[in-house]
């Protein structure tokens, strides 16, 4: 599992032209899943996203996470970020779980982030959707289950 977090002042997403969900300041999560991606791996990359510590103290420092600094969430589901283009130049989405198992654990990573106290809005699984965002830095953090 794969999340491109992203601190923002405000982020929306739009579908057909009416705006689906909508936060201020917080974090922006892009999220991918893949193919051999479990329950498990959504509650522990919801555990680090709500705790990692990239929001300024008092003095500009990051020591706040978006929880102590009372920030929302806006969880989009992006498969491309599982994108191989490491031959050609069309890329090739074969680590990228399937649409019913990505809107799974998509939905179970929104509820773990919830759990932990986050408000957490979303996108429109599936859908052709507009993001818009404001990013506040810009701070821009990958997250992968892969990771040490």
């Known amino acids: 599992m794969r999340a491109l977090l992203q601190r923002v002042s ?3 997403v739009t579908v057909d032209g009416s705006v689906a969900a909508s936060i201020g300041p917080g974090l922006l999560v892009l ?7 479990s329950a498990d791996d959504a509650v522990s990359l ?6 990692l510590r990239i929001f300024s103290n008092a003095a500009g420092k990051f020591d706040l996470s978006v929880l102590d600094a009372g920030g929302e969430a806006l969880v989009v589901s992006q498969f491309t970020l599982y994108a191989d283009s490491s031959r050609g130049r069309r890329p090739d989405f074969a680590a990228a779980a399937g649409p019913d198992k990505a809107e799974a ?3 179970d990573f ?3 982030l919830r759990a932990r106290g986050v408000t957490v809005k979303t996108g429109v699984f599936g859908a052709d959707m507009e993001v818009r965002l404001v990013n506040d830095g810009p701070v821009t953090i990958w ?3 892969e990771q040490p």
């Not at 919801?46 to 705790?51: E, I, L, P, V, Y």
């Open 10 to 12: 405000e982020a929306s």
């Open 31 to 37: 999220l991918g899943v893949g193919r051999d991606d």
């Open 46 to 51: 919801a555990g680090k996203t709500a705790s």
């Open 105 to 107: 654990l998509y939905l």
């Open 110 to 112: 929104a509820d773990a």
């Open 143 to 145: 997250l992968d289950t």
